[in-house]
């Protein structure tokens, strides 16, 4: 039950509901708050990412049992920022933002009215207010390509030095992070193996999140933008998920450097998906246990838990007349250890019924709509190609990442940028309208060259008359 609140809180259950303040992270979050309002648009989200990667949620500020997390107080500022500087103009709504909406206001609305009382709704609040409030501030600050691909180095550029804390935990067995309260102070080990997880709540957690930051990276690389800091990151989010020693990373992993090398077979992918939906069809008829029994047979690390997985499917198949209206309060009577929810899938469900489910599909389906319009304006591989590409296996990852865990705590960033990157990116124009250089031959309609007049240079006399 315990596992169930924390990861529909968002939060570790540990530092859930207390205030914890250490004056390092305090001293952060004042710095990053003030940039907040002096950075120019194209590093406005550098503080995000920054307390994202440093600074672990279980840094928090209880007030009247509402529970202010740094990431929540800083999503304060960022409002601030967007409604003094009118950073909200010029944002232009698409199916996508309205399905984002929906998924978050229908899934709460459920939640409340399963649960009817007042811990529910402020429950739901505190989603509502963090998980939106993140979206639009990164789909208000994302506005041009320079500001898309600012954005992916600086997480490139973040990652380096949190691999190095990741490398001294590994070494150590000492998570340095631990001063600030929110994240064990002595490493977990499973199977002989370190899991490091610095800043994040749980190892898990930090790999899925550097898993995305090596798509996004490579697709930096690939474009040929900053090709040295690009690569370093990609590098550093390679090194993060290595060092977290867990499963459901390393298979996001692999699924995203499948996703970025499917660029090669662009123009099979309907006739390649097709073929899967047709071969896990025919498996789930052939095989003697249903389809999803595949992971449990799934593992790249010594002791996960891909049966506990694939068991979490069974019951919630079987249990669907106790969840699909309105959800449920727990899933502990399911069988043992299913308290733990590690299917995002199932989590929407559990906590918005069979409407917040279909609301989150119809999210990621849109997502993958909208890089598919990006991508409709680039026949060649090259140049932005590779970035809206890079968005589009980011979003694959997630749905992979999801299959074997939920979201919670800082993860949810990486999550939501991907989505506002999709939204981006589809109004953006493929290439930035370069300016005529002067005295350069211009074009007439009937294609002939028109040489451009040249302007005498004005004098100091002659410009005082102007």
């Known amino acids: 039950m315990t596992a169930l609140l924390a990861q529909i809180a968002g939060h570790n259950v540990e530092w859930a509901n207390q205030t914890a303040v250490h004056p390092v992270g305090l001293a952060v979050l004042g710095v990053l708050a003030v940039l907040v309002f002096t950075l120019p648009r194209r590093w406005s989200l550098a503080p995000l990412l920054v307390l994202a990667c440093f600074v672990p949620s279980g840094q928090r500020v209880v007030v009247f049992t509402l529970d202010f997390s740094f990431l929540r107080l800083l999503v304060i500022a960022y409002w601030i920022r967007i409604l003094a500087f009118k950073d909200y103009q ?62 992916v180095l600086i997480l490139a550029l973040v990652s380096i030095p949190v691999m190095f804390f990741f490398i001294l935990e590994k070494r150590t067995g000492y998570n340095m992070f631990s001063v600030m309260g929110g994240v064990r102070q002595y490493t977990q080990v499973r199977e002989g193996r370190l899991r490091a997880q610095g800043a994040f709540s749980h190892p898990i957690m930090a790999g899925c999140f550097f898993a995305i930051v090596l798509v996004l990276s490579s697709g930096m690389f690939m474009a040929g933008r900053r090709r040295a800091l690009a690569l370093a ?21 692999i699924s995203g450097g499948v996703a970025m090398s499917f660029a090669w077979l662009r123009t099979h992918l309907a006739a390649f998906r097709w073929f899967m939906v047709v071969l896990l069809t025919v498996l789930h008829f052939v095989m003697e246990g249903p389809v999803w029994a595949l992971i449990a047979r799934v593992s790249a690390v010594g002791g996960s838990t891909a049966w506990h997985r694939k068991h979490l499917i069974d019951k919630t198949v079987e249990n669907f007349s106790e969840w699909f209206l309105l959800g449920t309060k727990t899933t502990v009577h399911w069988g043992h250890g299913l308290q733990d929810v590690t299917n995002q899938y199932i989590l929407e469900g559990v906590r918005g019924g069979i409407w917040g489910m279909a609301l989150f599909v119809t999210v990621i ?68 309208r370069l300016a005529l250089k002067p005295n350069a031959p211009r074009a007439n309609p009937r294609g002939k060259a028109i040489a451009t007049p040249r302007v005498p240079a004005t004098t100091p006399k002659a410009a005082a008359h102007a």
């Open 365 to 432: 389906v849109l997502a993958f709509r909208a890089v598919g319009r990006a991508l409709a304006s680039e026949p060649d591989r090259t140049g932005l190609f590779w970035i809206k590409w890079a968005v589009g296996a980011s979003i694959f990852t997630h749905c992979m990442s999801f299959i074997g865990v939920s979201y919670f705590g800082q993860t949810t960033v990486s999550w939501f940028l991907s989505i506002a990157l999709a939204a981006t990116i589809a109004q953006l124009p493929s290439k930035p």
């Open 233 to 253: 990151g990609s590098i550093a989010g390679f090194t993060i998920v290595i060092m977290c020693a867990s499963s459901t990373p390393l298979l996001s992993l």
């Open 90 to 151: 010029g944002v232009r709504l698409m199916a996508l933002d309205y399905a984002v909406a929906a998924w978050i206001f229908v899934g709460s609305l459920v939640f409340m009215l399963q649960w009817a009382n007042m811990w529910a709704v402020t429950n739901r609040a505190g989603y509502i207010y963090e998980s939106l409030g993140i979206y639009v501030t990164i789909r208000c600050l994302l506005r041009s390509w320079s500001d898309v691909e600012r954005t």
